[in-house]
C-alpha cells in the first residue's frame, strides 16, 4: 500500500521539492479556514492541467445540504506547449495562464467567493522552472497555486469519479489521462489503497513522438509505433501490474475500470457515435464537456439540492449496474476507433470523424494510444466512463474541508432526479407523482407474478424500471411554465435542463419524451420525436407510456391517497385481466371515493390493453382490515 504523501517512483515525483513546501505553507491555512456564521459559501476550484485550465465555482449551504453551480470556464493554456522534451514552462504559456487566471480571478471576486483553490498537475510539478513560474503568478495576481502529487492527483479524481458514478461500494481502478501525465488508481470499497503517476500525457507524448505535423496534419504509422513503444517503456517500469496482481486476490479481485478525462470521453463518445449506440444527436462538436454535466446543472434558475428530501425509494442497485452498462467500452472497440483515426490521411479526415470534437483532432490520437496502452498491459477487457474527474474532486474536498458534517451525495442519480422534480413542483405535484409511482410499481410486479404475464414486459428491465418511475416522478413539471401544453413544456424541461446527474443522453431523451407522450398523443415512431430513437428503445417507451397513463389516472385528483394500493387479476386461460384498486381512508376513517379515478383509469385501459396484448377492465376492491379473513374475502366489490 501506498501513502498518498510517498513518492511512488521517478516518474511521480516533484522537480524540486521547494516547489511543494513553498506552497504548502501558504496554502496550509487558507484552505483549512471553515464557515463560520455564514449561510453559504462560495468555492471556486481551478484544475491547472497541462493543456487546459478548468474552473468551477460552487455555492454551498453552510450545513453542507444544498450545492449549486454558479460558473464555470475552461481554456487552452499548454502550459509546457512547443518545448519538446524540455520540462519548462516558456514565457508565452506562462503569459497565456497568468491572463487566464487574472481572468478565473475577476470572475470569483465577482461571484464572491469564499475560496479561491488552485491545484496544478503535472506540468508545474515536474518543470524545471516551476518555482519561478509559482512566483510570477503569485506576483501578478496574488493567487497561490498548489502544486499536488500524482497521488493526490489520483485521489481527488476518485473521489470526483465517486460523485458520478456508481462505484462507492466497489473495487475499481481508475485512469486518468491528461496531456503531461495518467494517473493509476486501485480503490476499495472508497478508499484508495495504490497510486500512481506516470510521465505519461497525451500532449507530452504528441510533442516527444509526433513532433510538428505538416500542414496537412498528416500522421505516419512508424510515429504511432514509436509511441506505443513509448508507452510500453513507461508502463514496463512501473511494475504496477505486479503490485495490483497482489492487492486484487481474492475477494479484494477488480470490479470495475473506470476512466476519466476529457481523452477518454471523447474516446467513448467517438465508440458510440460510429457503433450507432446512442441513436440521437451528439452534443456540438465545439463544445468538449459533453459527458460531463456540471454538479447540479445550470438551468440559469436559483437551483438547490435537499438529499434529506428525498422520498421515492428507487432501486439502486439494478439502476447502478444498468448505468455502467451504459458508459462502457471494450478494448476491442477501442482498438477499432485507433484504427480509423490513424488511417486517415488528413486532419481534415480525422475532424469529420463521428463524434470527433475538433480541438481534440491531433491529440485524440496519442490519447487513444495510451488509453489502448494501459488496458492492454492492465489486461483490462472493458472501461467505463466517468464525466466527473479531477476538478470535481477538488470541489467536494474543498467543501469537505470548509463545511464541518459535509458529506457528497452517494446516490447522485436519485438526488439529481429529486431535485430536477423539487424544483418545479409549483402545485405539490411532486407527492402525487411518487404515489403514482409508487402504484407503477405495484402494478408492474403484480403483472409478471400472475398466472399469465404480459410477454411484453420482458423487455422492461431493471434499468428501464427505474427509468419508468423517474419518468413518473418528472411528468409534471412543465407545470412551472404553464398547465396548458404542460406536457411539452416538461419534454423542454427534461431535455435542456443540466440537473439530471449520471444519466446518458439517451436516457434523458427517453425521460423528456415519457413526460411528452403522459398525455394528450400517443408515442408515434413515424414523428419526428421518435423517429430518431432506435426500435428497440421506441418500443421500450411504448410501454412505459402505456403503464405511466394508466398510474398517473390512479391518482387523477392528485391526492396521493385515494387509492391505497393496486393489484392485478389474470385469467390462465384467457387473455382477460383486472385491475383490483383498493381505496385509501381518509382522516375520519371513511373509504375514499374512486369513481373519478375508475374513470380516469377506462380513458386508459383501451391503449392500454393494445400494448400489453391483454383484454384489462378496472373494479374497486374490498380493504383487508386488520382481522379480516384473508380466505374468505373475495377482494372484489360486489
Known amino acids: 500500500m501506498i501513502s498518498q504523501e510517498e513518492s511512488r517512483s521517478e516518474s511521480s515525483s516533484y522537480s524540486s521539492k521547494e516547489v511543494q513546501d513553498w506552497v504548502s505553507k501558504k496554502n496550509k491555512k487558507k484552505h483549512s479556514k471553515k464557515v463560520s ?37 475552461k481554456e487552452e493554456v499548454r502550459i509546457l506547449g512547443g518545448t519538446g522534451s524540455f520540462n519548462v514552462i516558456m514565457d508565452e504559456p506562462k503569459a497565456r495562464a497568468i491572463s487566464v487566471l487574472k481572468r478565473i480571478q475577476d470572475i470569483a471576486n465577482t461571484k464572491d467567493c469564499d475560496m479561491i483553490r488552485l491545484v496544478a498537475t503535472s506540468a508545474v510539478r515536474e518543470a524545471m522552472n516551476s518555482n519561478a513560474f509559482l512566483r510570477h503568478v503569485q506576483e501578478a495576481t496574488g493567487l497561490d497555486v498548489e502544486v499536488i502529487s500524482g497521488q493526490e492527483e489520483a485521489r481527488l479524481v476518485y473521489l470526483g469519479a465517486m460523485q458520478a458514478v456508481p462505484i462507492r461500494d466497489k473495487n475499481v481502478l481508475m485512469l486518468d489521462i491528461g496531456g503531461g501525465s495518467t494517473e493509476i488508481l486501485y480503490g476499495k470499497r472508497g478508499k484508495a489503497e495504490l497510486a500512481i503517476s506516470l510521465q505519461l500525457g497525451h500532449l507530452r507524448l504528441f510533442e516527444q513522438c509526433m513532433g510538428t505535423l505538416d500542414e496537412e496534419g498528416r500522421i505516419p504509422m512508424e510515429k504511432v509505433e514509436e509511441c506505443r513503444s513509448r508507452i510500453q517503456l513507461v508502463l514496463n517500469e512501473t511494475g504496477i501490474n505486479e503490485e495490483l496482481r497482489e492487492l486484487t486476490k481474492g475477494p479484494n479481485a477488480l470490479e470495475i475500470a473506470v476512466g476519466c478525462s476529457g481523452t477518454i470521453e471523447r474516446v467513448q463518445a467517438m465508440i458510440a457515435a460510429n457503433k450507432e449506440k446512442i441513436g440521437i444527436k451528439l452534443p456540438p462538436l465545439e463544445k468538449e464537456n459533453d459527458a460531463r454535466r456540471s454538479i447540479l446543472g445550470e438551468l440559469q434558475l436559483p437551483l438547490e439540492l435537499d438529499p434529506h428530501s428525498l422520498a421515492v425509494t428507487l432501486n439502486d442497485a439494478s439502476m447502478n449496474e444498468s448505468v455502467l452498462e451504459d458508459f462502457k467500452f471494450t478494448l476491442e472497440e477501442l482498438r477499432e476507433l485507433i484504427s480509423t483515426v490513424t488511417s486517415c490521411q488528413t486532419r481534415k479526415e480525422r475532424a469529420t470523424l463521428p463524434g470527433m470534437n475538433v480541438k481534440r483532432v491531433d491529440l485524440i490520437v496519442t490519447g487513444a494510444l495510451i488509453l489502448e496502452g494501459v488496458m492492454d498491459y492492465l489486461r483490462l477487457d472493458s472501461m467505463t466512463v466517468s464525466p466527473f474527474a479531477l476538478r470535481e474532486g477538488v470541489i467536494f474536498d474543498s467543501l469537505s474541508k470548509s463545511i464541518p458534517g459535509f458529506k457528497p451525495a452517494p446516490d447522485i442519480r436519485r438526488d439529481s432526479l429529486m431535485h430536477l422534480a423539487t ?31 404480459p410477454k411484453v414486459l420482458e423487455i422492461l428491465d431493471e434499468r428501464f424500471e427505474f427509468l419508468l418511475e423517474a419518468g413518473i416522478l418528472l411528468h409534471s413539471v412543465g407545470i412551472f411554465v404553464n398547465h396548458a401544453k404542460h406536457h411539452k413544456h416538461a419534454y423542454y424541461i427534461i431535455k435542456n435542463s443540466d440537473i439530471l446527474l449520471g444519466f446518458m443522453p439517451m436516457e434523458i431523451e427517453i425521460l423528456a419524451l415519457l413526460a ?36 398517473i389516472a390512479l391518482d387523477r385528483r ?81
Not at 455564514?38 to 450545492?67: L, P, Q, W, Y
Not at 424544483?423 to 399469465?452: C, I, M, W, Y
Open 37 to 73: 456564521n455564514k449561510e453559504t459559501v462560495t468555492v471556486c476550484a481551478v484544475d491547472m492541467g497541462t493543456n487546459s485550465f478548468h474552473m468551477v465555482i460552487v455555492r454551498a449551504d453552510a450545513r453542507g445540504k444544498s450545492v449549486v453551480v454558479v460558473e464555470q470556464m
Open 423 to 453: 424544483r418545479f413542483d409549483t402545485e405539490n405535484r411532486l407527492k402525487s407523482a411518487k404515489h403514482s409511482a409508487k402504484l407503477a410499481k405495484q402494478l408492474v410486479g403484480s403483472l409478471r407474478a400472475g398466472a399469465n404475464p
Open 516 to 551: 411528452l407522450y403522459h398525455r394528450k398523443k400517443y408515442p408515434n415512431p413515424k414523428k419526428a420525436a421518435m423517429a430518431k430513437i432506435p426500435k428497440d428503445i421506441q418500443e421500450r417507451i411504448v410501454l412505459m407510456t402505456a403503464i405511466i397513463r394508466v398510474c
Open 558 to 638: 392528485n391526492t396521493a391517497a385515494a387509492i391505497e394500493s393496486i393489484q392485478v387479476l389474470q385469467d390462465k386461460e384467457s387473455n382477460s385481466c383486472v385491475l383490483v384498486a383498493t381505496p385509501g381512508v381518509d382522516i375520519e376513517g371513511m373509504v375514499n371515493d374512486l369513481s373519478f379515478e375508475i374513470w380516469a383509469v377506462k380513458q386508459e385501459l383501451e391503449y392500454f390493453s393494445s400494448v400489453l396484448e391483454r383484454d384489462f377492465s378496472i373494479v374497486e376492491g374490498d380493504r383487508v382490515e386488520n382481522g379480516d379473513d384473508l380466505a374468505s374475502n373475495s377482494f372484489l366489490s360486489s
